[in-house]
C-alpha cells in the first residue's frame, strides 16, 4: 500500500533529488579527488542516492569526513559498507572469494542526505561544508591524529 501512495508525489520527489544532487555535484565541482557519482544520462534516475567518491589521493579520507559530518548531525552513510560479500548470509557462504573492486569502493563512497527533509539551503551549505573540509584536509587530518 506504501508504494501506491506514493506513487502520487514521486514526480516531487524525483524533481526534489534531483536538486539536491545537483546543488551538491555542484558543490564538490573542482575539488580534488572527490566527485559525485553520475548516472547514465540515457537512463530515467530517481535520484534517490546522492553518492561521493573520495578517491585515496583526497586531502581527506573518507571515514574522516563522515566523523566530521556525524559529529554535525548530518545523516550520512558510509555507501554500502561492508561490501555484501562480507555481510551475512553471503560472508559464510563467499568467504574464499576475493572482490577487490567492491572493497575498494566500500572504503571511498559516502552516501549524502536527500528527501523532503532536505532543502536547497541545507544541501548547499552541507557540499560548503565538504568543500570546506577537504580544502582544509591536511590540517584537519593532523590535528584529529595529534
Same mark, same amino acid.
Given at each position: /500500500? ?8 514521486? @514526480?516531487?520527489?524525483?524533481?526534489? !533529488? ?17 566527485? /559525485? ?25 573518507? @571515514?574522516?569526513?563522515? *566523523? ?8 550520512? *552513510?558510509?555507501?554500502? *559498507?561492508?561490501? &555484501? ?9 563467499? !568467504? ?28 548547499? &551549505? ?6 570546506? &573540509?577537504? !580544502? ?11
Amino acid at each position: /500500500m506504501t508504494l501506491i501512495t506514493n506513487l502520487e508525489g514521486y @514526480d516531487r520527489l524525483n524533481a526534489h !533529488n534531483y536538486e539536491l544532487y545537483t546543488a551538491y555535484r555542484q558543490g564538490v565541482s573542482g575539488v580534488e579527488g572527490v566527485r /559525485m557519482l553520475l548516472p547514465d544520462e540515457k537512463e530515467e534516475h530517481n535520484y534517490h542516492y546522492a553518492v561521493l567518491n573520495i578517491n585515496d589521493d583526497a586531502s581527506i579520507r573518507r @571515514d574522516t569526513l563522515h *566523523r566530521i559530518l556525524v559529529a554535525e548531525n548530518v545523516y550520512v *552513510r558510509r555507501y554500502f *559498507r561492508p561490501g &555484501c560479500h562480507r555481510s551475512p548470509p553471503y560472508n559464510s557462504s563467499l !568467504n574464499n572469494e576475493k572482490f577487490p573492486v567492491t572493497d575498494q569502493l566500500s572504503m571511498m563512497l559516502l552516501q549524502l542526505p536527500t528527501g523532503l527533509q532536505m532543502d536547497l539551503e541545507k544541501a548547499a &551549505c552541507l557540499a560548503a561544508l565538504i568543500r570546506f &573540509c577537504f !580544502n582544509n584536509g591536511v590540517d584537519i587530518e593532523s590535528r584529529l591524529n595529534a
